[in-house]
């Protein structure tokens, strides 16, 4: 079992900025990757970013390249995504997960087994 905790959420005007973190504890040697998802009321859960727990490997929905970077801490078991250039689309429930294996599908929140609880960001205009 892999346990995972958001953190760093908040209310940002549009054009700011965020990091989030996500610590991760329990059988973290299981972890292949890490991926941050966001699901905003009425939509479905959207893939993110994705990291893998170890090299330089990383992925990102179309959307947010250029504006977010995910990385991470291996001696710290976290995750972080920091968030530039905001804009009030990107408002929504931000969830970290993990995942055992590699796969092709890694934009698919099927491919996760483990999640956090979710942590909210909010931009305003």
């Known amino acids: 079992q892999v346990n995972l905790v958001e953190s760093g959420g908040g209310l940002v005007q549009a054009g700011g900025s965020l990091t989030l973190s996500c610590t991760a504890s329990?059988?973290?040697?299981?972890?292949?990757?890490m991926g941050w998802f966001r699901q905003a009321p009425g939509k479905g859960r959207e893939f993110v970013a994705a990291?893998?727990?170890?090299?330089?490997?990383?992925d990102y929905t179309d959307s947010v390249k250029g504006r977010f970077v995910i990385s991470r801490d291996n001696a710290k078991n976290t995750v972080y995504l920091q968030m530039n250039s905001l804009k009030p689309e990107d408002t929504a429930n931000y969830y970290c997960a993990a995942r055992r294996t590699y796969t092709e599908n890694y934009y698919s929140d099927l491919a996760y087994a483990y999640w956090g609880q979710g942590t909210q960001v909010t931009v305003s205009s």
């Open positions: 990291i893998r727990w170890s090299g330089d490997s990383t």
């Open positions: 329990g059988r973290t040697f299981s972890i292949y990757a």
